[in-house]
């Protein structure tokens, strides 16, 4: 029987509001050792996400006049200014072989785990992916 994503994933799920500041976004990557943080609305429903590669160099910077502030973190700027809206996702019921062609179709490094009823119940990663991989050699 092929693994799921539910073999893997993380089910310690750490969000964030889209009206949270990119520099509190930040230093809750930092705080928790992650990159990806799922955006969730009041709603509980996911909006978007967003990684350390957006707060390091968002899209807008290309158009910048005065490329100073760019790396400069404040919460003046909002989550929701920067994540990623077309979010790549999968499936509690999904295997990790449809999983590792999101990732890698789509190169990204991790993607929100929604259940039947589309709530965030976890996050899989590229080094979760790794962590399977290994597991299947040494079953071998």
Do not use: N
Not at 36 to 42: A, I
Not at 85 to 103: E, G, I, M, P, S
Not at 126 to 131: E, G, P, Y
Request: aromatic share 4%; proline share 4%.
């Amino acid at each position: 029987m092929p693994a799921k994503v539910t073999d893997y994933m993380a089910t310690k799920v750490i969000s964030i509001a889209p009206d949270t500041g990119v520099r509190d976004a930040f230093f809750t990557m930092r705080e928790h050792g992650i990159r990806h943080l799922p955006v969730v609305g009041e709603d509980g429903k996911l909006e978007g996400i967003v990684s350390d590669r957006e707060l390091r160099r968002p899209d807008w910077v290309d158009e910048a006049r005065d490329l100073a502030h760019v790396y400069y973190l404040d919460d003046d700027m909002l989550v929701r200014d920067v994540m990623i809206r077309h979010v790549h996702l999968v499936h509690t019921y999904d295997t990790l072989r449809k999983a590792a062609r999101v990732l890698v179709d789509h190169h990204v490094g991790a993607v929100p785990v929604l259940d039947k009823t589309e709530s965030l119940v976890g996050m899989l990663s590229a080094v979760d992916l790794l962590r399977a991989l290994t597991d299947m050699i040494d079953q071998r």
